[in-house]
């Protein structure tokens, strides 16, 4: 029997592993997949992702890449910010950033084993996974349709808490290295994004937040060639859609031996979309836990761990979201960065890492936002 198994060898399983390792552990990973494989992803990896790596003994992960310095937003109304990064950013296609982390969790001691989990059954000392492996804890690091979840009883999220996006890889915009987001009014929130990788292709797609209604492939190509006029659809290859379940219906973090982490635990930005951060930072703690206390204790010492580390951020970025459903904000909000660096840094901090809301960037987001008050019709 393993202290630990991991389901789902992604940033937040990799991670997961890794941390466990750190403390003795005996770990196992499964994945339906072998490595490396593709991940529909806008494969940003910010520099707060690093940061999580550099703490688990992780070197090396975007090495050969080239990084991003700046970002250039346009927003739902037109009007753009362009500024250089707190830090830079790096675009690392998930078949190699992945396969990296996995490589790191295996020479730290964790056991890879291709399989695919359909059944989860939680006993008095241990949880046994389709009859064969078992396990003192399982962290359930596999997805958005993650099968760990439905064993915990959880739904997948609702309609205006959760996201369709589609990916592809295309020539790279002309113009310096930097992050392209251009946000859409129609059907807001939406946006499209390009991302260089350094070597002459870019990592663009598209995505918007549910409401009920389907969406067809053709629907979110052509929004897409809309907001990158740039980009030929012809050039696009490798498109494939994923699923973002966001951060503002997130189910129970776990319970007894069961924890859930990244996007199993909806982990995403419901501001930018990001989610590689919240994974690797998630499942470290996951990981951290179960190894910590091996047994029923594991959920409990998780979730104060989840609250100490993100629990005000998750707050934080819930406000943003539900602020930014108002697409006359979210210009105000880009006129502000634009005029206040202060501002652009809270902004990028909040969407790409664990930052917060502050007193003053409301209070310059609103000044905006009053002075762009339509004038009443007559």
């Not at 688990?56 to 700046?70: N, Q």
């Not at 396969?99 to 295996?106: H, I, Y």
């Not at 915009?173 to 292709?201: H, K, L």
Request: aromatic share 4%.
């Amino acid at each position: 029997m393993f202290d630990l198994v991991v389901v789902g060898a992604g940033p937040a399983g990799a991670a997961a592993a890794l941390a466990a390792r750190r403390r003795g552990a005996q770990v196992l990973l499964l994945d339906r997949a072998d490595f490396p494989r593709d991940k529909a992803c806008g494969d940003g990896i910010a520099a707060h992702a690093l940061d999580v790596l550099d703490q688990l003994g992780v070197t090396g992960a975007v090495d050969g890449y080239a990084p991003l310095p700046a970002l250039r937003m346009i927003a739902p109304g037109g009007g753009s910010v362009a500024r250089p990064l707190p830090r830079p950013a790096y675009t690392v296609p998930r078949e190699v950033f992945d396969a990296r982390l996995v490589l790191a969790a295996q020479a730290a001691g964790a056991q890879l084993r291709r399989h695919t989990v359909r059944r989860v059954e939680v006993r008095a000392d241990r949880v046994v996974l389709d009859g064969v492996v078992e396990a003192r804890t399982v962290v359930g690091a596999d997805g958005a349709g993650s099968v760990v979840r439905r064993a915990l009883g959880q739904p997948v999220n609702p309609g205006r808490h959760l996201a369709l996006a589609i990916r592809g890889y295309a020539p790279a915009r002309p113009g310096p290295a930097e992050q392209f987001i251009a946000t859409s009014a129609a059907r807001w929130p939406a946006y499209a994004w390009s991302f260089p990788i350094g070597d002459g292709r870019a990592n663009v797609g598209y995505g918007e937040v549910l409401r009920g209604d389907g969406l067809t492939r053709t629907h979110l190509l052509e929004r897409m060639a809309d907001l990158l006029p740039e980009t030929d659809p012809a050039t696009v290859e490798r498109l494939r859609a994923h699923h973002l379940p966001l951060s503002t219906h997130r189910p129970v973090a776990g319970r007894g031996r069961v924890l859930l982490a990244g996007d199993a635990l909806s982990l995403i930005n419901p501001f930018t979309g990001e989610g590689i951060f919240y994974a690797l930072l998630s499942g470290a703690l996951a990981g951290a836990a179960a190894a910590g206390s091996p047994g029923p204790a594991a959920a409990r010492r998780y979730a104060e761990a989840l609250r100490r580390r993100l629990g005000t951020h998750l707050r934080h970025s819930s406000v943003a979201a539900w602020l930014g459903r108002h697409r006359r904000i979210v210009d105000a909000a880009v006129r502000a960065a634009g005029c206040d660096e202060r501002v652009y840094r809270t902004v990028v901090e909040l969407g790409l890492g664990d930052g917060r809301l502050d007193v003053r960037t409301l209070g310059r987001i609103g000044g905006c936002l009053l002075r762009h008050v339509p004038a009443p019709r007559p």
